[in-house]
């Protein structure tokens, strides 16, 4: 079977089974080799590529979707900053749970860099607690996207909206965080 980007976005409209196939069979595969030839595993390809269908889909639902390229280059563009975003995280994740080894020495100067360190693990553990939601909003901040840009990105309905949910997910990031007894000791450490 062959489809036209105007048969896939029609199909993606009515659900058909039939279209959603042929997307899989002929978008996964790449999608697949980039994803384990970037530093992922099969799983993450799976995740990531049916993250990137939930923001088409959404596209599709509003009629917000604006092809300037094909179907496939649009798919690949979303799965490309999806997988990015997730390298990212997950770079400065284990740049921060790299623990010293037994045999190495705390110099003074280090012990702040360790308390650093911890404060972000703490903040890690709990982001990855919050929805898939809440962390690509709480990203698109840390990376200093616009009110605009995020109501574009996650499907919004305002900046309004937007502005609410920032709150939202960081209250409850914050909420997670400070309710936390790593938090207390932490504190306790500072002073």
């Known amino acids: 079977m062959k489809l036209d ?4 976005i029609n199909g993606i409209k009515k659900c058909d089974s039939k279209v959603l196939k042929f997307i899989y069979t ?3 595969p790449s999608i697949r080799q980039f994803i384990i030839n ?5 799983d993450d390809a ?7 269908m939930n923001v088409v889909f959404e596209k599709v639902r509003k009629n917000e979707l604006e092809l300037n390229a094909s179907f496939g280059t649009y798919l690949f563009s979303i799965i490309k900053n999806i997988w990015f975003a997730e390298l990212r995280r997950k770079k400065v994740q284990n740049l921060i749970l790299g623990d010293l080894s037994e045999n190495e ?3 003074a100067d280090v012990i702040p860099e360790i308390t650093k ?3 972000q693990k703490l903040y890690l553990k709990h982001l990855d607690n919050l929805s898939h939601e809440c962390r690509k909003v709480l990203d698109l901040m840390a990376n200093e996207a616009q009110n ?6 996650m499907g919004y309905s305002s900046e309004q909206y937007v502005k609410n949910r920032k709150a939202k997910c960081f209250e409850r990031l914050m909420e997670k965080i400070t309710g936390d007894p790593t938090f207390k000791e932490l504190k306790n450490e500072k002073r």
């Not at 980007?5 to 896939?8: A, C, G, V």
């Not at 799976?46 to 990137?52: C, H, P, S």
Request: aromatic share 10%; hydrophobic share 30%; glycine share 4%.
């Open 46 to 52: 799976r995740d990531v590529f049916q993250d990137a």
């Open 148 to 153: 605009r840009e995020i109501q574009v990105q």
């Open 105 to 107: 020495e705390v110099e």
């Open 117 to 119: 360190s911890e404060r």
């Open 26 to 28: 002929n978008y996964f």
């Open 5 to 8: 980007d105007r048969e896939i």
């Open 38 to 42: 970037n530093n992922g595993k099969l």
